[in-house]
């Protein structure tokens, strides 16, 4: 007889302490962190500082962080340091490199703390833990939503030999206030504010893409870390505010491929500052054009069945991005090449356990760990 599934014991987020790291990119002064302390306080933050590295960044004491600069970036990463953006968001993927940990939760310096329609506080990373330390259900969809969520299950007709689910590799949350809009939207709708909390969260469906936005993310750095690239994006680079579509792209078709799951929903947090949106038009224009070609490319991508791990998919995808997309525009030819010099990056970075192992993408990077190893001490804890 079939007993009724009941939720996964979840860590109390503290035990998982020392298994999260908080990645932030910014321009500014991260006094935002005041408002998340009592949130944030226990874990340990990696802050990519973009733009000018001459400038002093200020961190509010109590928090235990690493501090990286443009500076940082050239002298840890050498040659291979072009395959991180510059002045855009999307050098927060640098902190996915260096970091150690398990789970990774990113966030934007304009981003605070939501508040439920009770009043109460949302804890944004205890909610993410949970959808990351739960299954997802990409095979069949279920119409209650995430089934592993206390006082929810699986519904009458949902497959027996479905119900175990996947890993999950991403989860994505989503926003109050301001939405997280395109710039067209942005100019037809100046005034619209997100009101709306929906206490949902589900799986994404395999097959199925989705806009994915880094402001409000957390992943399993172990599953889908290599993944997690924002390509080329700001200084020099032809478009700009695409760098969290992309990852998503890649990311899910390579979950698809690996069988891990994508969920979305809770927990929202609360977006405060508009962008302004004729900037934004400058910068997405190529890329609203561009959209048409890239979405239908993912959906109907395929990736050989040899390739097993997050890396030897990224790598095969940077090969398709070249033969297809190249035809687009010579801009994905560069883009193809920073993919294969992210992987590089991370294999040095994150080597295998075992030295026996082959590290097919592995470059001579001598003094990188002496580097890094000197920016954790000089910044430690504040």
Not at 29 to 57: C, T
Not at 308 to 331: A, F, H, M
Request: charged content about 20%; overall charge neutral; glycine content about 6%.
């Amino acid at each position: 007889m079939f007993e009724p599934s009941s939720p996964p014991s979840l860590p109390p987020p503290s035990v998982l302490k020392d298994e999260v790291d908080i990645v932030i990119p910014t321009i500014r002064n991260v006094d935002f962190l005041e408002k998340w302390r009592a949130f944030f306080e226990p874990y340990h933050l990696i802050i990519i500082q973009d733009g000018d590295p001459s400038k002093i960044m200020k961190v509010p004491q109590g928090f235990n962080y690493e501090l990286y600069n443009r500076n940082d970036i050239n002298r840890i990463l050498g040659s291979k340091a072009s395959c991180i953006s510059i002045k855009d968001s999307a050098c927060r993927c640098f902190g996915f490199l260096v970091s150690k940990k398990k789970y990774i939760f990113t966030i934007d310096d304009d981003c605070f703390v939501a508040k439920d329609p009770t009043g109460k506080e949302i804890n944004a990373l205890q909610q993410h833990i949970k959808n990351l330390v739960t299954p997802s259900t990409p095979y069949f969809f279920n119409t209650l939503y995430d089934p592993y969520r206390e006082g929810a299950d699986f519904v009458r007709g949902y497959p027996f030999s479905l119900r175990e689910g996947v890993p999950t590799a991403v989860s994505h949350g989503i926003w109050l206030n301001i939405a997280d809009y395109d710039a067209p939207t942005q100019l037809v709708k100046p005034l619209e504010r997100n009101k709306r909390y929906v206490d949902a969260v589900m799986t994404i469906p395999k097959g199925a893409l989705f806009p994915m936005s880094a402001m409000n993310l957390a992943f399993n750095r172990e599953l889908i870390g290599p993944a997690m690239y924002f390509g080329l994006m700001g200084e020099a680079q032809p478009a700009g505010r695409y760098s969290s579509m992309w990852a998503g792209w890649c990311v899910k078709v390579i979950s698809d491929h690996l069988g891990l799951g994508v969920k979305t929903g809770l927990p929202y947090i609360y977006h405060s500052k508009a962008s302004n949106a004729f900037l934004n038009l400058k910068k997405e224009l190529k890329g609203i054009f561009w959209q048409e070609e890239l979405i239908p490319f993912f959906q109907s991508l395929s990736l050989p069945k040899e390739c097993n791990t997050p890396q030897q998919c990224y790598i095969e995808l940077s090969k398709q991005v070249r033969d297809k997309l190249g035809k687009v525009d010579d801009y994905f030819i560069k883009l193809s090449d920073a993919m294969v010099t992210w992987i590089q990056c991370w294999e040095e970075l994150n080597p295998p356990p075992s030295s026996s192992q082959s590290q097919p993408f592995s470059l001579p990077l001598p003094t990188l760990e002496d580097d890094v190893a000197a920016i954790i001490l000089s910044n430690g804890s504040a």
